[in-house]
């Protein structure tokens, strides 16, 4: 499969806990993006990399967000400390972006996340 | 502040044509897509859009004009697997996608 995957495809946790999600890009791609996307709504930007190199993160993101990208490949994005308000499907998205008209991002099958 | 507005919701009959609007104030501008989502899975590109006029691929089609701010979606010959979520998107000065709320369009027989 030369898609864009993501692990897990649903989490369940209690709210305070910590969670880590992962996202592997299609191999020949060096931008990765993550997103968040609640029922009725089109995705809202958090974070991407170019290669290993985490380029802008949205204002939104509070400090309990973080992610890596240790070497240019697979991705991980940890919450620390989940709120209900974190219940979201997380969407990774890869694109090639050698030139900066390449246009299209592929999306992975996204990660849901319940907090209780 | 950047905004894309969109119709939340549309119905139209299998067979038929239907035209989804999108208008937009972002930070710059380089490109517009359209991405479709089916329920509970992740959005797939339709389609891209830079300089002002139509692009055509089958059934779908996307227009824009930059000075208006504005882009429609147009399916034809309408099938009961188009059901699904629209995107607008638009990528800013700074070459991230502004998302809409997207457009839920229901295919009636």
């Known amino acids: 499969d030369t898609g864009v995957s993501q692990d897990p495809r649903h989490k369940i946790t209690k709210r305070g806990q910590n969670v880590t999600f992962r996202c592997d890009p299609i191999s020949e791609h060096n931008r990765l993006y993550w997103y968040r996307q609640t029922l009725g709504q089109g995705p809202e930007f958090l974070t991407y990399?170019?290669?290993?190199?985490?380029?802008?993160k949205s204002r939104l993101l509070s400090d309990r967000f973080s992610a890596e990208r240790p070497k240019g490949s697979f991705s991980t994005l940890e919450i620390q400390r989940t709120e209900q308000g974190d219940s979201a499907m997380y969407l990774c998205?890869?694109?090639?972006?050698?030139?900066?008209?390449?246009?299209?991002?592929?999306f992975g099958p996204g990660t849901r996340l319940t907090v209780t | 502040g950047q905004n894309i507005d969109q119709p939340t919701e549309m119905t139209a009959t299998e067979g038929a044509i239907v035209q989804i609007n999108c208008t937009y104030q972002t930070s710059g501008f380089n490109g517009l897509f359209w991405y479709q989502q089916h329920a509970g899975e992740a959005p797939t590109f339709l389609s891209y859009n830079v300089l002002d006029g139509l692009e055509e691929k089958g059934r779908f089609s996307s227009f824009l004009s930059r000075s208006k701010g504005y882009s429609y979606l147009l399916l034809k010959e309408l099938q009961m697997k188009d059901s699904a979520s629209y995107l607008c998107?638009?990528?800013?000065?700074?070459?991230?996608?502004?998302w809409g709320a997207g457009t839920k369009l229901i295919i009636k027989p």
């Open positions: 998205a890869s694109s090639l972006a050698e030139r900066e008209d390449s246009y299209e991002q592929y």
């Open positions: 990399f170019q290669n290993e190199a985490q380029l802008e």
């Open positions: 998107a638009v990528r800013d000065s700074n070459y991230q996608l502004i």
